[in-house]
């Protein structure tokens, strides 16, 4: 029998309607300014409602499209926000369902990471959105593909970058994080904390909070590993919530970055 993850937040951070939701998902792509440039090895995108981020996590996933059958295995890294874990978790399902249609995990991926001490905590799992907000974006531009999702919770940098090496691959492996920025400052508080951290990736530097970044530490870990592959990191967008949609007292933080 087929173990499904079932949409924890269709209808209430992006349509519930899968005609919507593509309706949606595909403006934001087209409306992406896309610059020519060699194919991602590592992308870092935002997890809020659409409304808020889909816009600026749409400038990373529009450059996926020219690579749409390039790209076989996505390894999925996000922060966990409802049920804690200790260190990193992989998911026991066999399938991630969107109203878009459902996504492979890749089961032997899992595998091997659940031999080198990663276990299966479908709690964190359930319910996490960070993981969930990627997949119609990577259903929209890519070709048929697995995912190796891994909620990160209180793990070093060093373990999420050794995560990574297991599964870096070649070409056919793309790897996505997940994170927001500040959350909750004013305005233009928000543009310096930021602008701050934004300078910290492009210099590779790990000295990254979770005030900083709700996914500080599995970006910390992309950081170790890009540099070691000498990856080249560009910034492609950072805004915030009162930018795209709301009032500009209390905001969160949204950036796109690509590494290749």
């Not at 929209?140 to 940098?157: D, H, K, N």
């Not at 970058?161 to 070409?171: D, K, Q």
């Not at 909750?184 to 005030?211: M, S, V």
Request: net charge negative; with cysteine.
């Amino acid at each position: 029998m087929t173990v499904v993850r079932e949409p924890a937040v269709a209808g209430q951070f992006y349509p519930e309607d899968p005609g919507e939701l593509r309706t949606l998902v595909d403006r934001f792509l087209e409306e992406a300014v896309i610059r020519n440039q060699e194919a991602p090895k590592a992308l870092i995108a935002p997890h809020a409602g659409y409304v808020y981020s889909g816009a600026v996590a749409a400038t990373a996933y529009a450059r996926l499209s020219a690579y749409r059958d390039v790209y076989r295995r996505v390894v999925l890294l996000g922060p966990c926000h409802r049920v804690p874990v200790v260190g990193m978790a992989v998911s026991g399902a066999d399938v991630f369902r969107t109203p878009l249609g459902d996504v492979p995990v890749d089961r032997e991926a899992v595998a091997v990471l659940e031999k080198k001490g990663i276990r299966v905590f479908e709690p964190s799992h359930q319910y996490e959105h960070s993981l969930e907000v990627q997949l119609p974006f990577l259903q929209a531009v890519l070709g048929e593909f697995s995912i190796v999702p891994v909620v990160v919770g209180e793990a070093r940098p060093q373990a999420v970058a050794n995560l990574l090496e297991t599964l870096w691959g070649g070409p056919e492996t793309l790897i996505v994080f997940s994170s927001d920025l500040s959350h909750y400052l004013h305005y233009d508080e928000a543009r310096a904390q930021d602008t701050a951290t934004c300078r910290r990736i492009e210099q590779f530097d790990t000295q990254i909070g979770h005030e900083d970044a709700c996914g500080a530490t599995p970006i910390r870990g992309l950081l170790l590993a890009a540099k070691r592959h000498d990856l080249r990191v560009r910034t492609l967008d950072l805004r915030n919530s009162g930018d795209t949609e709301g009032d500009r007292d209390f905001v969160v933080g949204y950036g796109a970055w690509v590494f290749a």
